[in-house]
């Protein structure tokens, strides 16, 4: 099947998907924010320029879209039926682009989360998951 839209008008819709202020990235945001906690945006000098960073606590947060990193398991992952020759290098590049940024990452002494763009619909699971992840090795060991 071909594509319904010229090449300026498919290109004119690309050109408005975001890769940041998504809503799903808005959503952790919030809940972030209302936790108490306070963040840096797109952080450029860390490897894969992290959604939310926690400079103190080592700790950054990937809010990744279903569809352009192929979360596994999930629905919105499928690769488009036309340009498989295009879409499947592309979206298989991120994985891996994805992969190495956090092995970068971790090998700099960094936490990391990754939250799927699905996984913000629930949000009280969400919100369970970032306080636990952002609370994480702040206690402190009781001294007798």
């Known amino acids: 099947m071909t594509d319904i839209l010229t090449a300026s ?3 004119r819709l690309m050109s408005r998907i975001r890769s940041k202020d998504t809503k799903p990235e808005m959503r952790v945001r919030r809940l972030v924010h209302g936790m108490g906690y306070r963040y840096r945006l797109h952080v450029k000098d860390l490897p894969g320029s992290p959604d939310i960073v926690l400079r103190p606590r080592r700790k950054a947060i990937f809010v990744h879209g279903c569809f352009w990193h ?3 398991g999930c629905t919105d992952n499928k690769i488009p039926k036309s340009r498989q020759a295009y879409w499947e290098p592309k979206l298989n590049g991120n994985v891996q682009r994805d992969k190495r940024n956090r092995a970068v990452l971790s090998d700099m002494g ?3 989360l990754v939250i799927w763009e699905c996984e913000t619909t629930d ?5 369970e998951r970032l306080r636990s992840f952002l609370d994480e090795g702040d206690r402190q060991a009781d001294v007798p």
């Open 9 to 11: 008008e498919r290109s």
């Open 70 to 72: 192929q979360h596994e």
């Open 110 to 112: 960094w936490r990391i």
């Open 123 to 127: 949000t009280d699971g969400l919100a």
